[in-house]
Nanobody, 119 residues
């Protein structure tokens, strides 16, 4: 189970920090990603981090957003700075998790947290 939190209303130029924690049976978490879906648009990848620490960002958030993971807490964070109205969306965390050593990795989604950037 993934539980995302940290969304809310913020003014343009402001900051928010999202977090997503995984619970339950976990052998290994491969990738931890943040995606977002704005009204009327398709869901898009915002940022991701692999178990090896490789990080990638969407061009639209480079230099403003920072993703990090705490493996001990099975938690991923998204620090969002210099937020703009176009960042308004529901943000979802997505993990690829291997529950048991012999199981294939599977994708799990959190329920999403709403970020609204408006004055």
């Amino acid at each position: 189970q993934l539980q995302a939190s940290g969304g809310g209303l913020v003014q343009p130029g402001g900051s928010l920090r999202l977090s997503c924690a995984a619970s339950g049976r976990i052998f290994r978490i491969n990738t931890m990603d943040w995606h977002r879906q704005a009204p009327g648009k398709q869901r898009e990848l915002v940022a991701g981090v692999t178990s090896g620490g490789t990080i990638n960002y969407a061009d639209s958030v480079k230099g403003r957003f920072t993703i990090s993971r705490d493996n001990a807490k099975n938690t991923v964070y998204l620090q969002m700075n210099s937020l703009q109205p176009e960042d308004t969306a529901v943000y979802y965390c997505n993990y690829v998790i291997q529950i048991l050593p012999l199981n294939a990795p599977e994708s799990y989604w959190g329920k999403g947290t709403l970020v609204t950037v408006s004055s």
